[in-house]
Structure formats: C-alpha cells, structure tokens
C-alpha cells in the first residue's frame, strides 16, 4: 500500500531551521554582549587602575618638586653663608695688609729711593716718590716683580726728571716716578718672603733725600 504525505513537510522544515539559525542567532548575540561586557569591564577595572597609578605619580612628583625647592633654598643659604664666611675670612686676613705693605716696601726699596706718597684702594696700591737714577726705578719694579710675595704687577705709571734742593747751593737731580703695584691677600701669598730687616729703612723711606 502507497502512502502518500500530503502535508507542508518542506514548510515544517523550513519553519524548524528557521527558528534553529534564529535561536543560534540570539544566542550568538547574548554571547558577543556578554563577550564584549566582559571586556569593556575589564579595561574599565584597567583604565582605572591606571588613573589611581598617575595620582599616586602626580602627588609624589609634587612632593619632590616640594623638596627641589626646599634644597634650592637651603643651596641658596649655604651659597650666602659660605660668601660671608669668605667675606669674614677676607677682613681677617685684611688686617695685616698695611702691615705686610709698608714691610714689603722697607725690604724691596734699593738705596736711593724715596717714597713720598702711597694711597690704597682694596688691593690696588699708587705710589708716588723719588729716586737718584732711573736705573734705581728699574731695580724697585724688579724687585716688586720678582721678589716680593706680598706685591706683585707693578706698573710704571710716569718718570720725570726733576732735582731736589739739599742747600742752597747744594742740588741734585732725581727722577719722581709713579708706580701701581697690586698687594696681594694673606690666602694667594704662598710662601711668605721673610721681611728684610730695618726699621732705619722704614725711618729712610719716609725721611726727606738726604745723600
């Protein structure tokens, strides 16, 4: 016996895959939302973790900034206290500077030169005086030059002829010169030349041409 199907078989089939591609469907699209919800929350937890990183940063580097400045400023005060240390140190060794000057001037002056004038600024020394010869003149700035360590650079400024009245009758031709010398500071001396010994010089130096 032949039995025959006379009913929408081939629609039933139809229908049934449809509704199975539209389950897969929507369960495809429930998947890739879960999917992607999951990665969405998982750089939302990274992004945040990245936000507390940069300010914890941000509040250290302001702090180290804070303390740059703290250091700079205590910088700055030891730049100050370290200047008026070498200022107190300066005056300190100042002191003796006029001594040093008038002893070095006794021990380099070759006979026959007088100085008449001798004015000072810081470390700047002017001189002014006589001399018998020019050749005496020479020998003071090699002297200065060479062996003093308390002066040093000395610069012939003017020589003029000139004399000089020792009795009425009695003149003698000299040479009044101008010399500036630099006196140098207890801590650039070096090696101190023992002064050379008279105080007749000093008394010489500042006593009128008398030879």
């Known amino acids: ?69 703290d250091i700079a400023g205590l910088e700055a005060e030891i730049a100050a206290l370290r200047a008026r240390q070498q200022a107190v140190e300066d005056l300190q060794a100042d002191r003796n500077m006029p001594v040093h000057l008038l002893t070095e001037l006794v021990g380099q002056l070759p006979e026959g030169v007088y100085i008449t004038s001798m004015r000072q600024e810081g470390q700047s020394v002017a001189l ?41 009758r009695d003149q003698r031709r000299v040479a009044n010169f101008k010399i500036n010398v630099k006196l140098v500071r207890a801590g650039e001396a070096g090696n101190v030349v023992p002064p050379v010994s008279a105080a007749g010089k000093l008394a010489a130096a500042s006593s009128p041409l008398a030879k």
Request: net charge positive.
């Open 1 to 69: 016996m032949i039995l025959i199907n006379l009913l929408p078989h081939r629609e039933a089939a139809r229908k049934r895959r449809k509704d199975v591609f539209n389950v897969g469907l929507m369960m495809s699209v429930l998947a890739g939302g879960l999917l992607a919800g999951c990665i969405y929350l998982w750089f939302h937890a990274q992004i945040s973790d990245q936000q507390d990183k940069n300010q914890i940063l941000s509040s250290e580097i302001a702090q180290f900034d804070r303390q740059i400045k």
């Open 128 to 168: 002014q005086g006589v001399s018998q010869s020019n050749e005496r003149v020479s020998e003071l700035l090699r002297n200065l030059s060479t062996k003093s360590a308390w002066l040093n650079r000395p610069e012939l400024i003017e020589i003029v002829a000139g004399s000089v009245s020792l009795t009425p």
